[in-house]
Every structure is written in structure tokens, then in C-alpha cells.
């Protein structure tokens, strides 16, 4: 995956398009993540009965999942929307590196 969970993303196709957030969770399987305040649907929460006869339940906002491709990656250097190349470190691990400014990604283990 060439997104990780913290990265700051711009989202740039579908319903969000040009808003930005952190990435909460990554779904590497379907190729989806969570971004922070992106996406927001509204989840109906089940009425329950309580004790004083009133009834609890209600809208919750939550984040849905959109697919990685309509998302870049936010440089944390440059600040600009960006596509990443993977670099082989010297100890063998990879890091990303910013195509537009060349400078290196942190990586998050
Ligand atoms: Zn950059």
C-alpha cells in the first residue's frame, strides 16, 4: 500500500473531492481507507427502551471507506499532493520519497 495510516491525503475524485485528512485505518485488501472527517455518513443507532420510559437512539456521523484511488498523498516536506516512488535503503528497508521535492518520507513502522 502506498498510503499508511497517518498520512495526511487530499482526496481528489468522487463526493469529498479537494477536501484533506488523516488517514484513521487502511483496508489493504480492498484497497480502502478511513480518512479523518471524509466521507461522512449517517448511521441510524437502534431506539433502545430505557428504565425512565424515554427512548435513546439517533443519527451518528461516522467515516466510510473510500478507495485509495481517489486519494494522493499529501507531502509532509512540501505540503502539495504528490505521488511517491519507493527507495531501497542501504539496510535494505524501504522508504518513499516525494516525487516533487525528492526529499524522503519518514516511514511508519
Ligand atoms: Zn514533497
Known sequence: MRIKKNDLVKVISGNAKGSE????????EGGRIIVEKVHMIKRHTRKQQNRGGGQQGG????EAPIHI???????????KPTRTSVIILGDGSKARKCKKCQEMLSEQK
Open 69 to 79: 484511488s481517489d486519494v494522493m498523498l499529501v507531502c509532509p516536506k512540501c505540503g
Open 21 to 28: 485528512g488523516k488517514v484513521l485505518k487502511v483496508f489493504p
Open 59 to 62: 443519527i451518528v456521523e461516522k
